[in-house]
């Protein structure tokens, strides 16, 4: 059984560039919900999506979007960068109805 | 007010010392998970817990309901045991929306 992969790694953008993250999630999970972590700060939630669908959304400017394919992999997206986002993007997947999350290792998207 | 508050937000002990982690929350909850982050960022699910007590090893998890506390206690530190130590509470029922506390940074010197 696979675990949550993120990628990139590491990234750096400049100020009002797009970005896209990666996460694929673990093999049977169906539900992915993606984290903003700033330095020194706990994680932030984003959004989740559901099927294919977002099914909830933190408080964050509609820059932020974000996509689910039918293999439940899930994509971020940044328009518009600002200095502000720099920070570890986390996503966790998991089976819906079941608490159990497996989290990625993050991505750290610097923006200069 | 945070929604979930975590005490202490940084803890320093020597190398076999007994650790305890609190946390407090004021969104109701069905679970609560301690997490365990390393400098290099990734986050690893070390209990969930909806009532009781929880161990694995070296790891203690408490919880009270009634009281919206739980603790985190770990025997006999270790140094690999200094990481970033998160609880994290679902905001409702079947909800993947978690609530962070800011985290506990525990260093454990030899």
């Known amino acids: 059984e696979t675990g949550v992969t993120q990628s990139p790694t590491h990234l750096i953008k400049t100020r009002g560039q797009q970005v896209t993250l990666r996460c694929s999630s673990q093999?049977?999970?169906?539900?992915v919900s993606w984290y903003q972590q700033a330095l020194g700060q706990g994680p932030q939630f984003i959004f989740q999506?559901?099927?294919?669908?977002?099914?909830g959304r933190g408080n964050f400017p509609p820059r932020f979007s974000g996509l689910q394919f039918p293999n439940y992999s899930s994509e971020l997206n940044v328009n518009a960068l600002e200095l502000d986002d720099s920070a570890l993007y986390l996503c966790?997947?998991?089976?819906?109805?079941?608490?159990?999350?497996?989290f990625g290792s993050g991505t750290r998207l610097t923006v200069v | 007010k945070n929604e979930v508050e975590q005490s202490p937000q940084n803890l320093t002990a020597q190398e076999g010392e007994f650790i305890t982690i609190n946390c407090s929350y004021s969104?109701?909850?069905?679970?609560l998970h301690w997490l365990q982050q390393h400098p290099g960022g990734g986050i690893v699910s070390l209990f969930m817990?909806?009532?009781g007590k929880k161990k694995h090893g070296r790891l203690i998890a408490t919880i009270n309901i009634q009281e919206k506390h739980s603790s985190l206690h770990i025997t006999a530190s270790h140094p690999r045991d200094s990481a970033v130590y998160i609880c994290?509470?679902?905001?409702?029922?079947?909800?993947?929306?978690?609530?962070f506390g800011q985290g506990t940074r525990l260093t454990i010197n030899p």
């Open positions: 966790a997947s998991s089976f819906s109805g079941n608490y159990g999350y497996t």
């Open positions: 093999s049977g999970h169906n539900t």
């Open positions: 817990l909806s009532s």
């Open positions: 994290a509470v679902p905001l409702s029922q079947g909800a993947q929306k978690l609530v």
């Open positions: 969104v109701g909850i069905s679970a």
């Open positions: 999506y559901y099927r294919e669908e977002e099914n």
